[in-house]
C-alpha cells in the first residue's frame, strides 16, 4: 500500500506541475510574447 | 425589555465597529467600486429599455453599454472572437514549444531557491535544538540508581499518586491556557453566537456590505444586463467583453486577500470538488450492487471464510432491498396513476395512512376495500348505495362520493395494448403498493439488529421516501430504527415452538434476514442427530423448506415479487439441500483492504502517515522515560497535530469502500453465474452503526462470569518440554491415547 502511495503522490505533483505550466503558457500568450 | 448585561453591551458596541469598519473600506479601500457599480446600473437599464423596445423594431432609440469596455479598466484579455482566435493560436504555439516548459520549470527552481534561502536561516539553528531535545529525551533519560543506604520511597495507595506534570507544562497551563487561550475562545465563542442570534436585517446589512465591497453586486448587475441583451439580440459573440469584465472585476478581491487567505480559499474550492466526486463515486458503488441484485433474484446464500465480511454484506444489500422493494412498489403504482389519471388516487393514500395496521392489516383486507368500493359504485339501488356508502365511511374513512363523480366522466377500463385493465383491479394494486412504499418501519425481519436511518419527507401531502445512505451522524441519531424480530414459528407450517404465533403474526412482504442460517436448519447429518427441541419440533417436521418455496407466491404484488430471504454461513454444504437448492450461492473469494475513493487525497493521506510516525515516536519516547502525567513537547505537538488528524480521520472513514470479489453460482445445478463479480461496501453506510458483529455475545458471557480465571491467569509452560503432568493436565484426546499405548506394563 506504501509504494502505491507513493506513485499517487507523484502522479498528483506532476498534475499540479502540468496545470502550472499550462496557465504559464496561457499567461505568456495573453501577454503576446 | 430586559436588561442587557455587560457582555451583549460589549457585542452589540462590538458589531456596530464591525459594519462601521467595513463601510469604512467601502469608502476608503473600495473606491474605484463605486464607478463600477453606476456604470452597471446604467448597462442594466439600458439592456431593459432594450429589451422592451427590441420587439418593437424601436431599439434604435436607447445606446446599449453593456457591450462597450469601460476606459478606466485594462485589460490583455481578447474582447471579440477573431482576438480569441488569435490569442488561441498564439497559447497552442506556446504550449507544444519546449522553450517555454524550460523557461517554466526555471522558474519554479528559481522560486524553490529563494524559498530556500528564506528557511535556511531558521533551519540550521532548528536542527541543533532538535538534536539536543533528542539526546536529552531519548538517550540520556534514565531511571535514577538508588543510592546506597537510600530507602525506597513508601509504595502509593493509588497509582497517580506520585505523579505530576512536568514543570514546564504547569507553568503553560495556568499562564497560557488558563490566562489567554481559553478566554479567548470563549469570548469568540460567545460573540459568534450572538451574532448567529441576531435577526436577518443585521446579518444582510454585513452581506450586503461586502458583496459591496468585493464588487459581487457589479457582477450580478452587470451579468442581468448581459443576459436582457443577448435574449434579443442573440449576439454571442459579446460573451469575451463580458469575461473579460467579469476577471477585471475579480480583481477587485483578490487583491484584497493576502496569499495565504487565497491559498486557503483555493483549496477549500478544491476540497469541495474532490469530496462531490467521491460522494457520486461512493453512490455509483451502491447503483453497482443494485445491478448486481438485478442480475440474480431470489433468495440468496452467502458464505465465505471468517472475517470475509459475510454479515457487512447480507446488512448492505439488506438495506439495499429496503430501497429498492420501496422504488419498485412507488414506480407500480405511478404507473396505475398513468393509467387512470383522474382518480381520487390522493384519497386512497390518506384512507391507506389512516387504517394501516387497523382496518388494512393484510393484503387481503386491502383487496375487501377495493371490492367494496366497486360494489358501492356499481350499485343501482338508491337506498342500498346509500347503505355502502356510509358504511365505507364509517369503516375506512372513506368518501365513495370522489369515486362516483370520476365514474361519471371518465374510464373505469384502460387498454394497455395487450389486455383490458380494469379501474378496480388499479385501486386494489395501488393500496396495496403504497401500503408498501410508506411502511414506516424498517421492510425487514431479521434474528440480527439492523439499524435503518431512513425517513420521509412528509409535508402532510404526498410523502417522498429518503434513503439517503450517507446521512450526517446527527440526523442519522434522529431517524434511528431496528428492524423487527425474527419469529420463525410464522415461516412453519409444521409442527411450532408456539401454536398461537403463526395466526397472530403474518408477515405477506419483506425482507427475511437470518446470518448463520445453516446453524439454524442444519443438514441431513448433523439433523439426524438432533434431539427433539421443546419435545416437538424440530428442523424436520416443521415445513420450513415448504414455506420458503411458496412464500415468493403469497408476496407477489402486481407481478412482483416483494419477499426475499438473504442468509450467510461458513460452509454452503452445511446447509440441507433442500434450502439450498433455492438460493443463488455467492462466495466471497476476496475481499480488499479498504480503498479512499476520493480523488487528490493522496499528499494528505502521506503526510497524515510520516506526521502521525513521528508524533508517535516522539510521544511514547518521552512517556517511556519521563515519569510524568504529561509534558510541555507532546501537549503543543498535539495541539498542532491532532486538527490534522481528525480531517484526514474522518476523510479516510467517511470515503472508504471494501470491495469483494465474489463467485455466484446457482445452487440447484452447480452452475457458474459469475466467475468473479465485484461487490462493493461502502464504510459509512454499513459501518455507521448498523450491526453488531457479535451479538450472540451474551450466551457466552452468561457461561464465563462464573471463571475463576481467565487467559492471564492460567498456567503457563515451563520450558520447551512439557512435563508429564503439563501434558495430563491438556485434557486432550491424543495425549489419552498415547498414555493408553505406551502404558507401562509391569505397573500395570
Known sequence: ?33 | MTKRTKRQKVHIILTAAFLIAALAFSIFRFEMVFGRIVQAVVDLGNSIAFYCLYPFYMEDLVTVTVTEFPPTMETLLPLTFAEFKAFFARFKDLLFDFGTWKAYTLMILDKLGRFAEVVSPFLIPALAVFLVLFIKYLLVNKPKKKKEGEEEPPAPKYPDELLEDSAALEWYKRNVEKRVERPIAREVRAYVEFFAAQRWYVKWAFILVWAYNFNVLTIAIEGLAWIFYVAMSTEYGTFFLQVAKLVCDLAVPFSFFPWWAEAIIYFKIFDMLRRHIGKKRLLKRIEKDDEFLDKHPGALLIFGKQRSKKTSLLVTLKMIFERRFRKKAFEKFKLRDKQFPYFPWWHVEQIVKRCRDVQFKTLDDMAIFALSVKAAVEETNKRKFEFRRVLLRQYYGFNVDYVVAYAKQYNMTYDNGVYEISVWEALERYTQLYCIYSHPTPLDISTVSIREDFTFKDHGYFPIFDGNPFRGTQDSRKYSQYGHRMKFDIFRPGETFNEGTRFEEAVEYGIGVCPEFAKERKNKNTRGTQQDINGRVNQNNDLFDLDTKLRGQIATIDFFDFWVWLFDDQRADSLNAENKDLTTGVLIKERSDAQIVMPGYAIEQLLGIVFGKMRDVIKYGIRNRKRKKETLLVHLLDKLYIPFFRHCDRIENFYSVYTLKVKTTDEMDGEVLGERETLYIPNAFTYNNRFATDSYRDFYRRKYRQADRTLNKIKQFGGLYPTGGEYEEMQSFLVADLNHWYQDKKAG
Request: charged share 10%; hydrophobic share 60%.
Open chain 1, 1 to 33: 500500500m506504501k509504494k502505491n502511495l507513493i506513485w499517487r503522490v507523484l502522479g498528483m505533483l506532476a498534475i499540479i506541475y502540468l496545470i502550472g505550466g499550462v496557465l504559464y503558457a496561457g499567461n505568456l500568450a495573453l501577454q503576446g510574447i
